[in-house]
């Protein structure tokens, strides 16, 4: 199957960090006012390198396949290499925050981010550049959970709906430049350039972080760091997420696919074994009975699955079916990014005015109407009438969504466990977002397979052709025309892959508005909806 990496509005609608309060605690900040804009700013910057490392990457993936002469299956690692180890380290790395101090490990992932980042430039061959890409997965693992949990402690509670705000509409802007720009550098100058801008922002965090920060930790930090829990951890996520990044390549049945798989289940059962026992458990699953926590993080999975899972296929819809440029495409969801960094600080304040139930189930209902006007366009459709309806939509969906859905989870748990919420809700949003694009993946190859079968039986193709294709099916819409094909049967052929790609997409994106309803569902069940500034922790006085 064609691979393309994240679509480039997922990395703006992660949620980098989740921090809160219990009730009587985090009223206040230690934090000093004249700090609280600086520690804003280097959570902005240091978020949007991550941001726009995501977005760039997949504009100059073509770019360094030819320049790196890498195969298909090497170009898709140089994106996955930094989603694996970035899932897998999540949670160790807002428990690291939490023990040794979260400004310090968010300087640290800073810096390795930054150096990783030459080195990914530097880089004289594609093996090179996977390593590389490996290490920013650990520097980003260390830096994202912490951007969130800075501003959280510096901020007081009634103020921090309008700071994580903020926040979002900066990040989302540079998330949006991020695939201009990459295109730029790449048509311009070089691939290398790509991963060369981190280093000034790299330096600017740094100095902020600095002269700037003050220091927090979390209650754990007088306790002994959890060992176990971290290797656990890192050994459930990492195993269930490179099974599922692999199976679509090497097949289910395979043994590293199945071995990957086994660590991953055994290691996550292990996780919770262990957990309980520990006296400074890295996941205190007291937690999950905290129902705000559990009913965000349960819709963080389903509806960052919907969108991780469905915009993947969107860039390939446009390109290979439509017929637009690569930089066009990735201007398709800019009206999105428009849309949330214009009604940020208007949706931070939602939770503070209607408590967080409303947002939460209105907002994913939005986005499930967004998700299913994209199921509408047919091949050829103007983007101006096909798609942008659904963007638009699907944008002022997840804008309602996204900031009273961080500072829900928040303020669910006390201010000690920023780095530990922080953790958890990265770790499952981009979860679901790979495990997502692994099972849609599979449900658009069947799509895909039964809609071209029917085209070709209705162009009574030949037992050559139908062969041809049957070896061009796993490139999707980048399917190849037969060589030697008349004028009339390449347009044909053409017509009708385009067309069986448009028949997977609607199953996708369908199925994408179905887990956003489900998302809408779980808030309505499971978020209690008094308002934290009336209520405290979970709604209760």
Known sequence: MAQIGKAPCEETLILHGLHGSRAGEGEGSDCPEAARPWVLAAAIVGSSMAFIDGTVVNVALPAIQSDLRATAFQAQWVVESYALLLAALLLVGGALGDHYGRRRIFAIGVGIFALSSVACALAGNVQQLIAAR????????????GSLALISAAYPEKERGKAIGTWSGFSGITAAVGPVLGGFLVDHFSWTWAFLINVPMALLVLWIVWRHVPESRGASASGGLDLWGALLATAGLGGIVYAFIEAPTQGWGSAAVLAALAIGVLGSVAFFVAERKARTPMLPLELLRIGNFSGANLLTLLLYAALGGGLYFFPLNLIQVQG?????????????????????????Q????FGPRMPLVIGPAIAAVGFALFALPGVGASYWSGFLPAVVVLGFGMTVTVAPLTTTVMNAVGADLAGVASGVNNAVSRAAAVLAIAVFGALMAWA???????????????????????????????????????????????RAVAESFVAGFRWVMLSSAALA????????LMIRSTPPAAGGTDGKK
């Open 134 to 145: 490996a290490v920013q997965g650990v520097g980003g693992a260390l830096l994202v959970p």
């Open 324 to 348: 637009y440029s690569a930089t066009v495409a990735g201007a398709a969801l800019l009206p999105f990014i428009f849309i949330m960094f214009a009604l940020s600080g208007w949706a931070g």
């Open 350 to 353: 939602l939770v503070d005015r």
């Open 448 to 494: 895909f397979d039964t809609a071209l079968a029917g085209h070709l039986r209705e162009m009574g193709a030949t037992a050559q052709l139908t062969a041809f294709l049957e070896g061009e099916r796993s490139k999707l819409a980048g399917a190849a025309i037969p060589p030697g094909a008349d004028a009339a049967t390449a347009a044909a052929v053409k």
């Open 517 to 524: 309803v489900l998302s809408a569902l779980s808030a309505w």
